[in-house]
Nanobody, 123 residues
């Protein structure tokens, strides 16, 4: 499985960005796609996830109502639409793939990771 994240950039507070994660060589062990982020000096944290089949989603409380995760099964691409961005959303964002798990919010639930894309929100 190969994952390629893109779409990061610099945006003012209140603005929007859309991240993309193109996945290739998906396997049966890659049923769930997740977005995580890591801010400077902080641990990587869960942001959102979506299942390829059924499209079930889950969000961190900090982004609920502002971020939307979606997927395009035909293109094997997952998106993260980020609206009403805040300076505290500044981080490197990573996409990840893994099987269904009882702990989908944990990094350990994901087997494959893409290189991160930087999101910077200015105040």
């Amino acid at each position: 499985v190969q994952l390629q994240a893109s779409g990061g950039g610099l945006v003012q507070a209140g603005g929007s960005l859309r991240l993309s994660c193109a996945a290739s060589r998906l396997t049966f062990s890659s049923n769930v796609m997740g977005w995580f982020r890591q801010a400077p000096g902080k641990e990587r944290e869960f942001v959102a996830l979506i299942s390829w089949i059924g499209g079930s989603t889950l969000y961190a409380d900090s982004v609920k109502g502002r971020f939307t995760i979606s997927r395009d099964n035909a293109d094997n691409t997952v998106y993260l639409q980020m609206n009403s961005l805040k300076p505290e959303d500044t981080a490197v964002y990573y996409c990840a793939a893994g099987p269904f798990s009882s702990s989908p919010l944990r990094e350990s639930a994901y087997d494959y990771w893409g290189k991160g894309t930087q999101v910077t929100v200015s105040s």
